[in-house]
């Protein structure tokens, strides 16, 4: 499907209808790597790396606002565009607060040792990616820190607390910035008239219907050749949905439903908390991304950059979605082997995922720690 998305984008831009294609097959294959080298390493290991490698995650966010490249009106990339950091912030964010939670398990329902530190990381992060601009990736990174915090067992008025102030952060935020303005605009007048849509859902719209339920064939779509933008990236699912027809689009929604129960099985049978919160941070974060993706494209979303995983051109992405992929495949490998660490058998035996990511068992929910 990536050829047949790229081929003419990359002819027009890099003068090769194979360039796209090609560069992306270099970066699976680093991929490759990455999963097989992540899924033999015992998860545990990123509570010695968390803390650097999200000081290296921050001190990129910073050089791409320094001297990153400007495209689209977005200062998101560096090496020559081939690294995007906000794409490596999202996972990062997840592996960082997941082993933050996971210390600070006993201290959640402290408004200072749990909430504020947690608003702090997240402001950093967000705040960084936000300023290149890159509103969708600042966003995500809160709604991933959120989610996390409530499967950690955080106080659920620390939850509201924060859900509501995020709203309002983000409302203050959305119209401060002339893009933001902009795609809530288009967005609203879509919703009251799809003639109205922006251009980009317009023509997204008009793939997907030209797709109709079987989808006129791979590589015979015309769209991304009449002014479909960006149709290797952004664009990609319209693609699928006019090649593929309805019954692709909800395969490839199959697919990727399929990855997110697998993804809480995991979670659920991880054999200590930070597993968990590892497993269902990682899984949730691949589904949010497709949702978003799949949702902008039909039009019930304000316009966002997020990829859609594993299919979208840009190595930084599929990087990123490998590299959560390899952990998963790290912490079920552990499943049934009683790792347990610290002496906190118990606590472990109390915390659960899937449906109910805050219980262990039935008796009880993780914010009621029972003490030995």
């Not at 010695?48 to 495209?71: C, D, H, N, Q, S």
Request: proline share 4%; glycine share 10%; hydrophobic share 50%.
């Amino acid at each position: 499907m990536l050829y047949s998305a790229s081929w003419d984008f990359s002819l027009v831009f890099f003068q090769s209808p194979t360039y796209i294609f090609n560069r992306q097959l270099l970066w699976l294959a680093l991929g490759v790597i990455v999963v097989f080298v992540f899924s033999r390493l015992d998860y545990h290991i990123w509570r010695k790396l968390a803390v650097p490698v999200m000081l290296v995650t921050i001190l990129a966010l910073i050089v791409v606002l320094i001297i990153g490249e400007t495209r689209l009106g977005a200062r998101r990339s560096i090496l020559g565009g081939s690294v995007q950091p906000s794409e490596l912030a999202k996972v990062v964010t997840v592996i960082y607060l997941a082993v933050w939670l996971y210390s600070k398990r006993n201290q959640l329902h402290d408004v200072q040792l749990g909430l504020i530190p947690l608003a702090i990381i997240l402001g950093i992060v967000g705040g960084l990616i936000y300023r290149q601009p890159d509103l969708s990736a600042a966003g995500t990174v809160f709604i991933l820190g959120g989610l996390l915090f409530f499967l950690a067992g955080g106080d659920l008025r620390q939850i509201t607390l924060l859900l509501v102030a995020t709203l309002i952060v983000g409302w203050l935020v959305v119209h401060s910035s002339p893009t933001g303005q902009e795609r809530i605009r288009a967005f609203w007048e879509g919703v009251r008239d799809p003639t109205n849509a922006s251009y980009h859902v317009q023509r997204s719209l008009e793939a997907i219907v030209k797709g109709g339920f079987f989808g006129v064939g791979i590589g015979r779509a015309d769209t991304k050749l009449t002014g479909l933008p960006v149709p290797p990236t952004d664009s990609i699912f319209a693609v699928i949905a006019e090649e593929l027809g309805l019954v692709g689009v909800l395969g490839l929604i199959a697919l990727y439903g399929a990855l997110l129960w697998r993804g809480l099985v995991i979670a659920r049978r991880a054999p200590d908390m930070l597993g968990t919160l590892l497993a269902a941070g990682l899984s949730f974060w691949i589904g949010l991304e497709a949702l978003i993706n799949m949702s902008v494209m039909v039009g019930l979303m304000p316009f966002a950059g997020n990829a859609l995983p594993f299919i979208s051109a840009g190595g930084s992405n599929l990087l990123a979605t490998l590299a959560a992929i390899g952990i998963l495949l790290s912490i079920s490998r552990h499943q049934g082997q009683g790792v347990i660490h610290e002496g906190l058998e118990d606590e472990w035996r109390d915390f659960g995922a899937t449906v109910d990511l805050r219980r262990r068992n039935r008796r009880r929910r993780l914010s009621r720690h029972r003490r030995p």
